[in-house]
């Protein structure tokens, strides 16, 4: 039998949004009537049909039924969690990498002094979550003891938790996932979609933290060569609703999950792209989305800048057209420049 994916699409923001909603020719995104939609996407893996809002009655009993069940789980309110607020979009997760090698920033913050300065720099910029990290995931990298990347942040970690600063912990090994919840942390943004330790869902499950599910293809060590897909947009959608299943298997039943498609992570310029024009999709999945878009390498490719350094522009484009498509997290480096250019664009919308 054919499978059909649901994506929102046409999307409105800001007063003129909510003038719909209230007129009832859109559907608020979340129930968040700043942000609506009157389109959807019917994809298939052999073909796509958009329509509006208004049509859907008109289709056949089975898919309509399919329909309105991702609907309801796209206009549904998501319950805050982990300091992050979905009533507004979106939010921030500030990157702190305590390493001497990541791809951008390797070497600036990693000493506790530098670290725990910028942590507070980027709270007080406008970031909800600091995302604290001691080992480089950058394409080519590999994979450091456990001794050695919790002695780059476990410091950092009891200060800024001590300060009650909020903290993601960025790490694939569930030996130091367990240490940082004990500290305090308050989200687990493992990039390997739990795959990397095989104990990492029994932690999960013990603490009932909140966490991301990032999808990797491959390990950092190999995975930009030659990355392939039959179709990248449903294999990672189908992906997410495994592993969904999975963790609900082992008896995970909370829903403060967080869904990231992993931008650069076994992916090519193609399959980066097509992600982003259509990361709305994700919604249809039920839970929150996040997207790595800072600095990352699909910028040097589109605008031909070679300096990891100088792509805060691009970083600012693409973060506002994913809070467009209603994405409800951006994993962010330049957090006072981003932050700024979002709400500015907010600002110009609102009457």
């Given amino acids: 039998m054919l499978r059909y994916y649901t994506k929102v699409c046409n999307f409105y923001y800001g007063s003129h949004s909510r003038d719909l909603v209230n007129k009832k020719k859109a559907y608020p995104l979340h129930q968040i009537k700043e942000i609506s939609f009157d389109q959807i996407e019917i994809i298939s893996r052999k073909s796509k049909k958009k329509i509006s809002i208004n049509q859907i009655k008109y289709l056949s009993k089975p898919l309509k039924k399919k329909i309105n069940f991702d609907l309801k789980k796209i206009r549904s309110k998501k319950k805050n969690f982990s300091n992050l607020n979905f009533k507004k979009l979106p939010n921030i997760l500030g990157v702190l990498n305590l390493t001497p090698d990541s791809f951008s920033d390797g070497g600036r913050f990693n000493t506790k002094k530098k670290g725990i300065k910028q942590a507070i720099h980027l709270l007080n910029y406008g970031a ?4 604290v990290g001691g080992e480089s995931t950058r394409p080519g990298s590999k994979t450091i003891k456990e001794s050695l990347e919790w002695s780059r942040i476990n410091k950092v970690l009891k200060f800024l938790i001590k300060k009650k600063i ?3 912990l960025d790490t694939r090994k569930s030996n130091i996932m367990e240490k940082g919840i004990d500290l305090g942390v308050r989200l687990i943004n493992d990039v390997s979609g739990l795959d990397f330790d095989i104990n990492t869902i029994n932690v999960l499950k013990r603490y009932r933290v909140p966490f991301v599910i990032q999808h990797t293809q491959g390990i950092p060590e190999t995975m930009q060569k030659k990355p392939s897909y039959k179709n990248e947009l449903l294999d990672i959608y189908d992906f997410f609703e495994k592993k969904i299943g999975l963790i609900r298997s ?5 829903n403060n999950i967080i869904l990231d498609p992993g931008i650069g992570f076994g992916k090519n310029l193609k399959h980066n792209m097509n992600l982003i024009r259509n990361i709305s999709i994700f919604h249809s999945l039920g839970f929150p989305i996040l997207v790595g878009n800072s600095r990352k390498r699909f910028i040097k490719d589109l605008s031909k800048n ?3 350094k100088s792509r805060i522009g691009g970083t600012l484009a693409s973060s506002i057209y994913l809070m467009m498509q209603g994405v409800q997290i951006l994993r962010i480096h330049d957090v ?3 932050m700024q250019g979002l709400n500015v664009f907010k600002k110009i919308l609102k009457n």
């Fill in 306 to 308: 070679n300096d990891s």
């Fill in 166 to 168: 909020p903290i993601s």
């Fill in 336 to 338: 006072n420049e981003i």
């Fill in 128 to 131: 909800n979550l600091i995302d």
């Fill in 250 to 254: 082992k008896g995970i039943n909370h």
